[in-house]
């Protein structure tokens, strides 16, 4: 598999918003209700990422992974709420690349990428999540006692951060 990664622009934000919908039901069944992972449509999910992008392009970074052409994935990061905290937002894999190395190559850029907005660099993901959480543990993140809950549809959700200190990351 030959992977390129490079900035999205705007022509991708639409592709960006169907395989997010697309990636958050995969991942999230079992978890969330279907009622809360149908909330919306790839349509919607595309405008929503082109109305973030339009006020967060300046201070956050979205990244597209492609395979010959082919949306494999996304990240999306910035600066956290916290000053001098760097935050991993979004990174979502089609899920008919989920477990091609598609995740660890974007989260290898990512890491680089994040030195950018501090030394240290959270993330949130659904409690109950196991995959994902077993993902980010084996990158080095760690679990650091934050919790929130946080809508998905309309389904309130428990999220723990995570946290990694970027001293030599993505090297």
């Not at 639409?14 to 919908?21: C, I, M, S």
């Amino acid at each position: 598999m030959t992977l390129l990664l490079r900035p999205a622009g705007e022509h991708d934000l639409a592709g960006v918003g169907d395989l997010h919908y697309r990636s958050r039901a995969s991942a999230y069944a079992g978890i969330v209700s279907p009622a809360a992972l149908t909330f919306g449509s790839p349509a919607a999910m595309g405008e929503w990422w082109t109305e973030r992008w339009t006020w967060e392009r300046e201070t956050h970074r979205l990244t597209v992974a492609l395979e010959d052409d082919r949306l494999a994935g996304f990240t999306y990061l910035g600066p956290s709420e916290d000053d001098g905290i760097a935050e991993l937002s979004a990174i979502h894999a089609d899920p008919a690349y989920v477990g091609r190395g598609v995740g660890r190559a974007m989260m290898i850029d990512a890491l680089a990428a994040l030195t950018r907005y501090g030394d240290r660099a959270v993330l949130w993901v659904l409690e109950e999540n196991a995959r994902a959480r077993r993902f980010y543990e084996r990158g080095g993140w760690v679990a650091d006692g934050e919790s929130r809950v946080e809508p998905i549809g309309d389904e309130p959700v428990h999220q723990v951060r995570y946290a990694i200190s970027l001293s030599g990351a993505g090297r």
